[in-house]
């Protein structure tokens, strides 16, 4: 019921920051709970933000807590993901992903629908 494309990755440099977009096609986007995850070879994919339906409630992975923040427009149908002070360790692939759950969820198996990732970089 939902399709949605990443963008907005690219190279930076530790300190930098980047806005990650997630376009959204469907028409029970607005009661979807959206979330962002990563992934980097080798390794499974990892939580990092979500937000309910309403865009009232937030949940955070530790490691980017204070430097990333989630947010969606209803108007124009996206999510982004805006991150801050970089670090190294942030480098991976990145993931919108929407789940019929109304509310921000952590775990991957509650998530229906994936974008296809935006690789995110970042140089020390």
């Known amino acids: 019921q939902v399709q949605l494309v990443e963008s907005g990755g690219g190279l930076v440099q530790a300190g930098d920051s980047l806005r990650l977009s997630c376009a959204a096609s469907?028409?029970?986007?607005?009661?979807?709970?959206m979330g962002w995850f990563r992934q980097v070879p080798g390794k499974e994919r990892e939580f990092v933000a979500a937000?309910?339906?309403?865009?009232?409630?937030?949940r955070y992975a530790d490691s980017v807590k204070g430097r990333f923040t989630i947010s969606r427009d209803h108007d124009k149908n996206a999510v982004y993901l805006q991150m801050r002070s970089l670090k190294p360790e942030d480098t991976a692939v990145y993931y919108c992903?929407?789940?019929?759950?109304?509310?921000?969820?952590?775990?991957?198996?509650?998530?229906?629908?994936w974008g296809q990732g935006t690789q995110v970089t970042v140089s020390s």
């Open positions: 469907g028409r029970t986007f607005s009661n979807y709970g």
């Open positions: 937000i309910n339906w309403s865009g009232g409630s937030t």
């Open positions: 992903a929407a789940s019929k759950l109304s509310i921000a969820t952590t775990s991957s198996y509650t998530f229906g629908s």
